[in-house]
């Protein structure tokens, strides 16, 4: 039996003399390990399938223990990315929050990924932009705002806002707590931003005093906090 999935390749890992294990976060069924044979041959036909960030229509058929690619239709292998150092770590730090994710199948959160990369690859965005906003459409897809007007904790309207880190809420001056870590003006306004504009715009914005640095160090703060997990260091 086959089955056709959207998926782009995560990352993956070399077995034998020419395959390749590779991570494909599907539309379809999530997370999966599929195994792609004789892609590292110079005259593979699937050799451009199995490098990281490929996004596609892949053909899968049953395998003695994952799944076997049988083709791919290639729907933007996002090149750009390998040619310009800054991209290509901010992709892949997309990617890993992917990676270390639970398995299940999540459409709006595969519809977020694929529109990130593409801003990422071929808009002209500051650094920081792109990742900072999928960070935002990931947290809001797990249930977590940072814009609100109200103090999550005691109802009061907010001017000075916090995070509480502990359970990701934003409060006011009077219940914040020790982990509590204040949410600046400027970042506020970078996070009300970056969640307003579309990625097909994100390049055309500007986030005045380096909010978006700000606001990056807020979200990846929080990412951690939430997950347990690092943002991949090199980025
Ligand atoms: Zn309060």
Redesign the pocket.
């Known amino acids: 039996m086959s089955a056709k999935v959207k998926g782009i390749v995560l990352g993956g890992t070399n077995v034998k003399e020419k395959d390749r294990i590779v991570s494909l976060y599907t539309l379809e069924q999530g997370k999966i390990s599929v195994s792609m044979k004789g892609v590292r041959g110079d005259k593979a036909k699937m050799k451009f399938a199995k490098e990281v960030f490929c996004f596609g229509d892949f053909i899968i058929e049953e395998g003695k223990a994952i799944p076997v690619v049988t083709g791919v239709d290639i729907i933007d292998s996002f090149y750009g990315l390998a040619s310009d150092i800054d991209k290509y770590y901010e992709g892949c730090a997309i990617l890993d929050i992917i990676s270390k994710m639970g398995g299940e199948s999540n459409p709006p959160l595969f519809i977020e990924l694929v529109k990130a990369l593409r801003a990422l690859c071929y808009d002209n965005n500051k650094k920081y932009y792109v990742f900072s906003k999928f960070l935002i459409g990931y947290f809001n897809l797990m249930g977590y705002g940072f814009l609100t007007d109200k103090?999550s904790?005691?109802?009061?309207t907010l001017r000075l806002r916090y995070l509480n880190l502990q359970v990701g809420e934003i409060?006011?001056p009077?219940?914040r707590n020790d982990l509590s870590v204040q949410i600046s003006q400027a970042c506020y306004s970078a996070l009300r931003l970056l969640a307003a504009t579309d990625y097909e715009k994100l390049s055309t914005l500007h986030i005045e005093d380096d909010g978006e640095l700000a606001a990056c160090s807020v979200l990846t703060k929080n990412y951690e906090w939430r997950t347990g997990n690092k943002i991949l260091q090199t980025f």
């Open positions: 103090c904790s005691c109802g009061a409060v006011c009077a219940c």
